[in-house]
């Protein structure tokens, strides 16, 4: 099946990279507007790099109605060209040239929302990666740089605005109702920062000086009922521009800065050069309608896409194997500026939470893949949580060992070198060699080598002679087509700390190196002596998770209860934290006669519960549970159903014995709203309360009436929706009449209203597949809006015990809707389907299910290159 499949793909190699044998000049494009045919001209300026002319020149394009093609001005003969699937070829080209092309194309009808395509009566494009050949015949790469110039037309009354990148140059009319716009972006680029929108919105306006004094004009565009809701978009993008002035020295470069906002997008957002067009959810939030998390989501992705302009755009990529050139360093770029705006410890907490979830189950499957990987299929699958969030692990490593002033001045030797460039990660690592005057080479393995690396710890203490010696040694295990595994650099941030907590000085030799250092593991096995410590101490160990790595050590009997209620580092805590909670859940699940919760959890919570919550938002991060997703991670065979049966029992024990603190602190905390941190932290830990409160057999009447009331007299949909979700998936609770208030109240809102699909979907009980179909068949659900689908297959599969239901529902179920989704939206379609890469570690009955949904949807005629291969990848 797999040879069958993939004999019908062709793989990309980049060990096959070649330099383009042209360079594009300038690029002028003009278009003609119109949702059921738009009509494009271009007129591309070439130039051969190569002494000689090659015999043909391949142009890429994909679903394109070729009318007119000139070189030169000169009408293209047909036995010039060959129209191929990939694109257009021209013989014989010219040392230079200049190429015109006509073409038609569809918006109306574009449901894959790549290219040029219309939602609810706005034109817009998504270029990246491959989109912008469906616009136009083009040497779609990003190593093809050019400036662009493009001019819109279009109907005036149903297109009132016409964006496209860079400066506006001039506007007119075309007489019977038509205008135009001509955008120039002087700024070579390459053809996936294209973009051009036209339609009729608001614009939320604000500016920014820059640090030489320019005047920037920043723009948000949405929709006329979302015009309150772009204030918070504003604020993080100013800040964000202040950020990176300050922390990197990096200004904006163009006269204005545009956001446009829309409900159909597959990703999070694009940072087409100085117009960014974001998924409504990363760009609105209003108390009413979004919560707590939004609005950090919003800020970071605001953030994340600003940063991109100088990591991303002026220095851009050679060809996709690099991108996580841009997207780790991005990433780690909007991961420190959200730490620097609100909580860095809880900040880190949440960055590792995600790469936990999502990044360490990647690296352990089927689907795992280098950071830079060595082949693909389709690049849009590439956008994974490895190439993003390892990828930022892999930047923070490098940051962690070389400090912020060194990284700062290769950095700053990044930008100075190759700024206009497309690079590789190899010209990364050697600019920041240049600029810190440190050997970053054997960084180079950690993104050739996928697999999540185990470090162990072993360590001894000899309290007369007052050493103290640590050993550690690191393996990786085997991925597929990478059996062999070499050793990495891995940087341990470290303290010892005595019986009360106080960090002790550590000596090595000689050397003195404060109270908490960074040692460099680099060998399979290594051992560090410290000196002078002649008072008990325990190791905190990868504080702040300075290396994405499992951590496997030989006293956590005995360190961990320590270190979960003494480590002053918040993620180490944390950490420690939880893993008792695991050790609890995972004993429990061996001997489901144990009591729970056991001594060392009892105390670590009662630790936090004997004084008020100063940081409120760290003692929530505390109190919750591992997912069930994580836990299973935890297990060869994850067992589903019994991790679900003994979180709910620790949950309950855990409830029981702290019901009346809970009681007091959900009562406590209570305040008036606010978007400050604190007041964030507050609401947070106030809904892990609640959450215990109704498993609390004791309290659970009292706790329902209060959640009913949140629910009702909220002021803000943090509070309204936490409530809510509490008492929707809460099995034992009838909670129609909320279910039926929460639609009615909120059936025009989009993003609320895929939160009315969602959240219904959690609910852990059989009759919640029966559900899904139903509202697969709602009159709200939209196939081709990707935040709907993922409202209800992204939640589906996201329900950990219907999910994976033992009798195969729900992966039948799963498949069953894939399989129409492709037909659709292919990207979204194969995205979703990476879930089905967890049957490794099922249970055989459960796994012969879910091989049975993945065989059966790879048998699907017309299968979309995107799904066809994460089957494939599946079945490795
Ligand atoms: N570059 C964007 C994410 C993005 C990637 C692919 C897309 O379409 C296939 C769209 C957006 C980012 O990192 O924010
Ligand atoms: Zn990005």
Request: overall charge negative; charged content about 25%.
């Amino acid at each position: 099946m797999t040879a069958a499949i993939m004999a019908s793909i062709q793989l990309v190699r980049h060990e096959d990279y070649r330099a383009p044998d042209y360079e594009i000049v300038a690029t002028a494009l003009e278009f003609w507007l119109d949702a059921d045919t738009t009509e494009v001209l271009a007129e591309l300026r070439l130039r051969c790099r190569l002494p000689e002319p090659p015999e043909y020149l391949i142009f890429q394009g994909e679903s394109l109605d070729l009318l007119e093609l000139r070189l030169d001005g000169q009408v293209v003969g047909a036995d010039r060209y060959d129209l191929l699937d990939e694109g257009l070829r021209l013989h014989h080209p010219p040392q230079a040239f200049t190429l015109n092309s006509r073409v038609r194309v569809h918006p109306a009808t574009n449901t894959q929302l790549s290219g040029l395509y219309a939602a609810d009566g706005v034109l817009l494009t998504q270029c990246e990666a491959e989109g912008f050949r469906r616009i136009t015949y083009y040497l779609d790469r990003p190593d093809c740089l050019a400036p662009f110039t493009v001019t819109l037309h279009a109907d005036r009354e149903h297109y009132p605005m016409l964006l496209a990148n860079g400066n506006l140059e001039a506007t007119g009319t075309d007489g019977q109702g038509g205008h135009w716009a001509r955008w120039h972006d002087p700024f070579p680029k390459p053809s996936y920062l294209f973009a051009l929108v036209a339609g009729r919105f608001v614009v939320e306006r604000d500016h920014f000086t820059t640090q030489s004094g320019r005047s920037v004009a920043l723009e948000v565009y949405v929709a006329e009922r979302y015009r309150d809701a772009c204030q918070r978009a504003l604020d993080s993008l100013k800040r964000a521009m202040a950020w990176d002035e300050r922390v990197y020295g990096r200004e904006y470069d163009l006269e204005r800065y545009m956001i446009v906002a829309t409900d159909s997008f597959n990703m999070g957002a694009m940072e087409n050069k100085g117009l960014n067009i974001f998924n409504t959810k990363y760009v609105l939030a209003s108390p009413e309608t979004a919560t707590d998390d939004d609005y950090l989501h919003v800020e970071s992705v605001i953030a994340h896409e600003y940063f991109h302009n100088w990591t991303g755009n002026r220095v851009t990529l050679r060809d996709w194997f690099q991108l996580s050139l841009k997207e780790g360093l991005t990433v780690f770029r909007d991961q420190e500026f959200s730490a620097d705006q609100n909580s860095r410890g809880v900040q880190r907490i949440a960055d590792v939470r995600r790469l936990r979830a999502a990044q360490f189950p990647e690296d352990a499957g089927p689907l795992a893949h280098p950071v830079r990987p060595d082949a693909y299929a389709e690049i849009n699958n590439f956008y994974t949580a490895t190439v993003y969030e390892k990828g930022a692990e892999i930047v923070r490593m490098i940051h962690t060992t070389l400090g912020p002033e060194r990284f700062r001045a290769g950095m700053d030797a990044y930008f100075s070198r190759f700024d206009g460039q497309a690079v590789t990660i190899e010209d990364f690592l050697s600019a920041l060699e240049a600029g810190s005057g440190c050997d970053l080479q054997a960084f180079m393995r950690w993104y050739a080598q996928a697999g999540t690396p185990r470090v162990e710890a072993k360590w001894q203490q000899d309290l007369e002679t007052g050493s103290l010696s640590l050993e550690l040694s690191q393996r990786t295990p085997a991925t597929p087509g990478q059996a062999d595994k070499t050793t990495l650099p891995i940087p341990v941030r470290v303290a010892l700390l005595d019986r009360a907590g106080r960090r002790q000085p550590l000596r090595v030799g000689n050397d003195d190196l404060g109270t908490e250092t960074v040692l460099m593991l680099t060998q399979p096995q290594q051992d560090w002596t410290f000196t002078g410590l002649h008072e008990p101490c325990v190791p905190s160990l990868f504080r702040g998770f300075s290396a994405p790595i499992i951590l496997e050590r030989s006293d956590a009997v005995l360190a961990e209860p320590f270190l979960a209620r003494h480590d002053d580092d918040p993620f180490s805590r944390w950490e420690n934290f939880q893993a008792l909670a695991i050790r609890e859940l995972l004993g429990y699940i061996a001997e489901p006669t144990r009591a729970l919760p056991s001594g060392d959890l009892r105390e670590a919570v009662a630790a936090v519960t004997s004084q008020w919550p100063e940081d409120p938002a760290f003692c929530a991060e505390l109190l919750t549970l591992p997912t069930e997703d994580y836990l299973g991670e935890q297990m060869e065979i994850i067992q589903v159903d019994a991790i679900h049966a003994a979180r709910e029992s620790l949950r309950r024990a855990l409830a029981m014995v702290f019901g009346d603190t809970f009681m007091a602190w959900y009562q406590g905390l209570a305040g008036t709203y606010q978007l400050d941190g604190l007041s964030m932290g507050r609401r947070r830990l106030r809904q892990v309360m609640l959450s215990y409160l109704l498993v609390n057999d004791r309290l659970r009447w009292e706790a329902i009436a209060l959640a009913r009331l949140q629910y009702a007299e909220a002021d803000n949909m943090s509070e309204r929706l936490a409530a809510y979700t509490l008492l929707v998936q809460d099995i034992h609770h009838d909670s129609e009449d909320l279910l039926m208030d929460f639609y009615q109240t909120w059936r025009h809102h989009p993003l609320v209203l895929d939160r009315w699909f969602s959240t219904q979907l959690g609910r852990e009980e059989p009759a919640t597949l029966h559900r899904a179909a139903n509202l697969l068949v709602h009159p709200d659900f939209d196939w081709r809006v990707p935040n709907r689908v993922r409202s209800v297959l992204g939640a589906f599969a996201a329900n950990p015990t219907v999910f994976h239901a033992a009798d195969g529902s729900g992966y039948r179920f799963f498949g069953e809707q894939i399989r129409h989704l492709d037909g659709i939206n292919p990207q979204t379609a194969a995205r979703l389907a990476t879930v089905l890469s967890r049957w490794p570690r099922l249970d055989a009955q459960r796994r012969g299910h879910m091989q049975g949904v993945i065989a059966e949807l790879a048998r699907k005629p017309a299968l979309s290159r995107d799904l066809a291969e994460v089957l494939s990848r599946c079945q490795d």
